[in-house]
Protein backbone atom coordinates (compact mmCIF):
# COMPACT_ATOMS: atom_id res chain seq x y z
CA UNK A 1 0.00 0.00 0.00
CA UNK A 2 1.21 3.40 -1.00
CA UNK A 3 0.34 5.91 1.52
CA UNK A 4 0.23 9.59 0.55
CA UNK A 5 0.51 11.78 3.87
CA UNK A 6 -0.41 15.53 4.47
CA UNK A 7 -0.14 17.04 7.20
CA UNK A 8 -2.78 20.21 7.59
CA UNK A 9 -1.88 24.15 6.45
CA UNK A 10 -0.59 26.08 8.66
CA UNK A 11 -3.12 27.38 11.74
CA UNK A 12 -3.66 30.43 13.86
CA UNK A 13 -2.83 28.19 16.56
CA UNK A 14 0.50 26.86 14.91
CA UNK A 15 1.55 30.75 14.70
CA UNK A 16 1.11 31.22 18.31
CA UNK A 17 2.71 28.43 19.35
CA UNK A 18 -0.13 26.53 20.66
CA UNK A 19 -0.84 23.12 21.06
CA UNK A 20 -3.37 22.12 19.83
CA UNK A 21 -4.12 18.23 20.13
CA UNK A 22 -7.91 17.75 19.95
CA UNK A 23 -8.83 21.59 19.56
CA UNK A 24 -10.06 22.17 15.93
CA UNK A 25 -7.79 24.35 14.73
CA UNK A 26 -8.48 27.72 12.09
CA UNK A 27 -6.19 27.30 9.06
CA UNK A 28 -4.51 30.95 8.37
CA UNK A 29 -4.59 32.43 5.02
CA UNK A 30 -1.07 31.04 4.50
CA UNK A 31 -2.61 27.93 5.69
CA UNK A 32 -5.45 27.91 2.83
CA UNK A 33 -2.80 28.76 0.37
CA UNK A 34 -0.64 25.50 1.43
CA UNK A 35 -3.33 23.04 1.44
CA UNK A 36 -3.88 24.47 -2.33
CA UNK A 37 -0.75 24.24 -2.85
CA UNK A 38 -0.73 20.59 -1.53
CA UNK A 39 -3.80 19.78 -3.65
CA UNK A 40 -1.94 20.26 -6.77
CA UNK A 41 0.79 18.96 -6.21
CA UNK A 42 -1.12 15.87 -5.74
CA UNK A 43 -3.43 16.63 -8.24
CA UNK A 44 -2.10 14.00 -10.80
CA UNK A 45 -1.54 10.95 -8.45
CA UNK A 46 -3.95 8.08 -8.67
CA UNK A 47 -5.71 7.84 -5.11
CA UNK A 48 -8.30 5.03 -4.26
CA UNK A 49 -9.44 6.11 -0.92
CA UNK A 50 -8.87 9.18 1.04
CA UNK A 51 -8.73 9.34 4.95
CA UNK A 52 -8.50 12.63 7.04
CA UNK A 53 -8.82 13.83 10.57
CA UNK A 54 -11.97 14.87 11.81
CA UNK A 55 -10.37 18.18 13.28
CA UNK A 56 -11.54 21.20 11.22
CA UNK A 57 -7.99 21.69 10.22
CA UNK A 58 -7.61 18.38 8.33
CA UNK A 59 -11.00 18.34 7.14
CA UNK A 60 -10.37 22.01 6.00
CA UNK A 61 -6.87 21.34 4.49
CA UNK A 62 -7.97 17.50 2.86
CA UNK A 63 -11.11 19.10 0.95
CA UNK A 64 -8.44 21.77 -1.12
CA UNK A 65 -6.99 17.90 -1.71
CA UNK A 66 -9.99 15.65 -2.18
CA UNK A 67 -11.68 18.24 -4.86
CA UNK A 68 -8.98 16.90 -7.85
CA UNK A 69 -9.72 13.52 -6.82
CA UNK A 70 -12.97 11.09 -7.50
CA UNK A 71 -11.84 8.65 -4.53
CA UNK A 72 -14.12 8.48 -1.50
CA UNK A 73 -13.26 11.14 1.38
CA UNK A 74 -13.56 9.15 4.83
CA UNK A 75 -13.05 11.42 8.12
CA UNK A 76 -11.69 9.42 11.47
CA UNK A 77 -10.97 10.11 15.23
CA UNK A 78 -8.69 7.76 14.24
CA UNK A 79 -6.50 10.00 12.74
CA UNK A 80 -6.34 12.77 15.40
CA UNK A 81 -2.98 14.16 16.50
CA UNK A 82 -2.37 12.60 20.00
CA UNK A 83 -5.41 13.60 22.54
CA UNK A 84 -3.11 16.14 25.61
CA UNK A 85 -6.30 16.36 27.38
CA UNK A 86 -6.23 19.17 29.94
CA UNK A 87 -3.06 20.83 28.49
CA UNK A 88 -4.52 21.38 24.77
CA UNK A 89 -4.67 25.16 24.27
CA UNK A 90 -1.45 25.66 26.16
CA UNK A 91 1.68 26.81 24.47
CA UNK A 92 4.29 24.52 23.62
CA UNK A 93 6.48 25.78 26.36
CA UNK A 94 3.80 25.27 29.30
CA UNK A 95 3.07 21.85 28.26
CA UNK A 96 6.77 20.68 27.84
CA UNK A 97 6.81 22.27 31.71
CA UNK A 98 3.57 20.47 32.34
CA UNK A 99 4.61 16.78 30.98
CA UNK A 100 8.23 17.18 33.13
CA UNK A 101 6.60 18.09 36.20
CA UNK A 102 3.94 14.83 35.22
CA UNK A 103 6.62 12.17 34.59
CA UNK A 104 8.58 13.22 38.08
CA UNK A 105 5.25 12.89 40.01
CA UNK A 106 4.60 9.84 37.97
CA UNK A 107 7.58 7.82 37.66
CA UNK A 108 7.38 7.51 33.91
CA UNK A 109 8.48 8.48 30.81
CA UNK A 110 7.62 10.84 27.62
CA UNK A 111 5.76 8.09 25.79
CA UNK A 112 4.45 6.28 28.68
CA UNK A 113 2.93 9.27 30.20
CA UNK A 114 -0.22 10.02 30.13
CA UNK A 115 -2.05 13.87 30.87
CA UNK A 116 -5.18 14.24 32.65
CA UNK A 117 -8.06 13.33 29.93
CA UNK A 118 -5.66 12.74 27.22
CA UNK A 119 -3.48 9.60 25.90
CA UNK A 120 0.17 8.46 26.00
CA UNK A 121 2.06 8.10 23.03
CA UNK A 122 2.39 4.37 23.27
CA UNK A 123 -1.83 4.72 23.47
CA UNK A 124 -1.59 6.94 20.38
CA UNK A 125 0.98 4.51 18.69
CA UNK A 126 -1.40 1.52 19.15
CA UNK A 127 -4.82 3.20 18.02
CA UNK A 128 -2.60 4.22 14.87
CA UNK A 129 -1.27 1.07 14.62
CA UNK A 130 -4.66 -0.73 14.52
CA UNK A 131 -6.08 1.25 12.59
CA UNK A 132 -3.51 0.98 9.29
CA UNK A 133 -3.58 -2.58 9.70
CA UNK A 134 -7.27 -2.32 8.76
CA UNK A 135 -6.62 -0.33 5.76
CA UNK A 136 -3.73 -2.58 4.89
CA UNK A 137 -6.46 -5.18 4.72
CA UNK A 138 -8.19 -3.11 2.42
CA UNK A 139 -6.13 -1.16 0.08
CA UNK A 140 -2.97 -3.83 -0.01
CA UNK A 141 -2.51 -2.89 -3.62
CA UNK A 142 -3.59 0.79 -3.74
CA UNK A 143 -2.92 4.37 -2.75
CA UNK A 144 -4.29 6.04 -0.16
CA UNK A 145 -3.83 9.39 0.78
CA UNK A 146 -3.47 10.59 4.55
CA UNK A 147 -4.33 14.34 6.13
CA UNK A 148 -3.46 14.07 9.59
CA UNK A 149 -1.05 16.23 11.87
CA UNK A 150 2.48 16.29 12.99
CA UNK A 151 2.87 14.18 15.97
CA UNK A 152 0.58 11.72 14.10
CA UNK A 153 2.91 11.70 11.11
CA UNK A 154 5.98 11.16 13.21
CA UNK A 155 4.17 7.67 14.47
CA UNK A 156 3.55 6.33 11.23
CA UNK A 157 7.45 7.27 10.24
CA UNK A 158 8.11 5.45 13.63
CA UNK A 159 5.66 2.61 12.48
CA UNK A 160 6.21 1.83 8.69
CA UNK A 161 10.21 3.60 8.19
CA UNK A 162 11.96 1.80 10.54
CA UNK A 163 12.48 4.66 12.93
CA UNK A 164 12.71 4.60 16.75
CA UNK A 165 10.16 6.82 18.66
CA UNK A 166 13.26 8.71 19.93
CA UNK A 167 13.96 9.55 16.43
CA UNK A 168 10.77 9.79 15.18
CA UNK A 169 10.21 12.49 17.98
CA UNK A 170 12.70 15.06 16.33
CA UNK A 171 10.94 14.69 13.18
CA UNK A 172 9.36 18.15 12.48
CA UNK A 173 6.88 17.87 9.61
CA UNK A 174 5.70 21.37 7.78
CA UNK A 175 2.52 22.37 7.24
CA UNK A 176 1.26 20.76 4.58
CA UNK A 177 4.40 18.76 3.91
CA UNK A 178 3.86 15.66 1.61
CA UNK A 179 5.52 12.29 2.55
CA UNK A 180 4.96 9.20 1.03
CA UNK A 181 5.76 5.53 2.45
CA UNK A 182 5.02 2.50 1.22
CA UNK A 183 3.34 -0.46 3.80
CA UNK A 184 4.45 -4.21 3.16
CA UNK A 185 3.46 -7.49 4.71
CA UNK A 186 6.94 -7.42 6.15
CA UNK A 187 6.37 -3.80 8.16
CA UNK A 188 2.35 -3.88 8.87
CA UNK A 189 3.27 -6.72 10.90
CA UNK A 190 5.79 -5.82 12.72
CA UNK A 191 5.15 -3.71 16.51
CA UNK A 192 8.38 -1.80 16.73
CA UNK A 193 9.49 -0.96 19.97
CA UNK A 194 10.11 1.95 21.46
Known amino acids: MKLIIVRHGETEENTKDIVQGHLPGHLTKKGIKQAKAAGLALKREKIDAIFSSDLKRTRDTCMEIAKY ?50 ESTMEARDRLSRFFQKLYKKYRD ?15 IHLYENVSLEEAKKIKPENASIRMIKVNDKNIANRPQT
Do not use: C, W
Request: hydrophobic residues 30%; positive net charge.
Open 69 to 118: HSAPVYYTRQLRERNIGIYAGMTGPEVHAMYKEGMARTGTDSFTFKPEGG
Open 142 to 156: KTVLIVTHGGIIKTI
